[in-house]
């Protein structure tokens, strides 16, 4: 551990040696002035007890002192090796301001740790950049933060990521974020979690990329909720392929 004297306003990182042989890791701190001015407050002494940020918790005492710019300062590689004790000291601010790269450093288990409230934090561009693996790390409590938005700016590489379970817990809303794109890479299995509660939330266009494959997944309670003007984009080709199972979900109204 190290003690360092620095100025308001300016970082430091400090590196400690972990005891009974946990890893070393990396602390990147910025102070802030507290003068009741804007002149430079008195010089502030940064001690060995930042070291106990491997302790429960405490990241959460320290960030407060990491500013939303400092912290994209971060190297990846650390990102990823904060522990999930560690990681609820990572603010929703922090969150929104991590890059890209940061983000798609995270571990499938820091990600199945996040609340909803930090996977909202996230912007597209970094959803962009998430992995199927990661993706298939959210769980059905925090991919409630996932926004229609954030759904239209996972890749058509990572969309199989998401989970039948995950799948059955959008919400109507969120499934309008889906592309037309991911809707035709999507499993059977996939569309077979779509639920009745969030059938409704698809459009004619979505319902227009569909494809001969994945319809399978389309039950007769789930063709019954689409909307009579969604219903319009169901092509001939697909339409061909209903089971004789599935073709009562054609209400009269349909």
């Given at each position: 551990?190290?003690?360092?004297?620095?100025?308001?306003?300016?970082?430091?990182?400090?590196?400690?040696?972990?005891?009974?042989?946990?890893?070393?890791?990396?602390?990147?701190?910025?102070?802030?002035?507290?003068?009741?001015?804007?002149?430079?407050?008195?010089?502030?002494?940064?001690?060995?007890?930042?070291?106990?940020?491997?302790?429960?918790?405490?990241?959460?005492?320290v960030s407060a002192w990491i500013t939303t710019t400092?912290?994209?300062?971060?190297?990846?590689?650390?990102?990823?090796?904060?522990?999930?004790?560690?990681?609820?000291?990572?603010?929703?601010?922090?969150?929104?301001?991590?890059?890209?790269?940061?983000?798609?450093?995270?571990?499938?288990?820091?990600?199945?740790?996040?609340?909803?409230?930090?996977?909202?934090?996230?912007?597209?561009?970094?959803?962009?950049?998430?992995?199927?693996?990661?993706?298939?790390?959210?769980?059905?409590?925090?991919?409630?933060?996932?926004?229609?938005?954030?759904?239209?700016?996972?890749?058509?590489?990572?969309?199989?990521?998401?989970?039948?379970?995950?799948?059955?817990?959008?919400?109507?809303?969120?499934?309008?974020?889906?592309?037309?794109?991911?809707?035709?890479?999507?499993?059977?299995?996939?569309?077979?979690?779509?639920?009745?509660?969030?059938?409704?939330?698809?459009?004619?266009?979505?319902?227009?990329?569909?494809?001969?494959?994945?319809?399978?997944?389309?039950?007769?309670?789930?063709?019954?909720?689409?909307?009579?003007?969604?219903?319009?984009?169901?092509?001939?080709?697909?339409?061909?392929?209903?089971?004789?199972?599935?073709?009562?979900?054609?209400?009269?109204?349909?």
């Amino acid at each position: 551990a190290m003690s360092a004297v620095v100025r308001p306003g300016s970082w430091v990182v400090v590196s400690c040696a972990s005891t009974a042989g946990a890893r070393p890791w990396i602390a990147v701190v910025v102070i802030r002035a507290r003068s009741a001015d804007s002149r430079p407050a008195m010089l502030l002494v940064v001690s060995a007890a930042i070291c106990a940020l491997e302790r429960p918790g405490m990241l959460a005492v320290v960030s407060a002192w990491i500013t939303t710019t400092a912290i994209q300062g971060l190297a990846p590689a650390v990102l990823a090796q904060l522990t999930t004790t560690q990681l609820p000291g990572l603010t929703t601010a922090l969150i929104a301001n991590l890059l890209d790269t940061q983000v798609g450093a995270l571990t499938t288990e820091q990600i199945d740790q996040l609340s909803s409230a930090s996977i909202q934090a996230l912007t597209p561009a970094n959803i962009a950049g998430l992995t199927s693996q990661q993706l298939a790390a959210l769980t059905t409590t925090n991919i409630a933060g996932l926004q229609s938005v954030d759904l239209a700016a996972i890749t058509t590489d990572a969309i199989r990521g998401l989970q039948t379970d995950d799948v059955q817990a959008l919400s109507s809303r969120q499934l309008q974020g889906l592309t037309t794109d991911q809707i035709a890479l999507l499993a059977s299995a996939q569309i077979q979690a779509l639920t009745t509660a969030n059938i409704p939330g698809l459009s004619s266009a979505q319902i227009a990329a569909l494809t001969a494959t994945n319809i399978a997944g389309l039950e007769s309670a789930d063709l019954a909720r689409i909307t009579t003007t969604a219903i319009q984009g169901l092509t001939p080709a697909v339409l061909a392929q209903l089971t004789t199972t599935q073709l009562p979900g054609l209400t009269t109204a349909l």
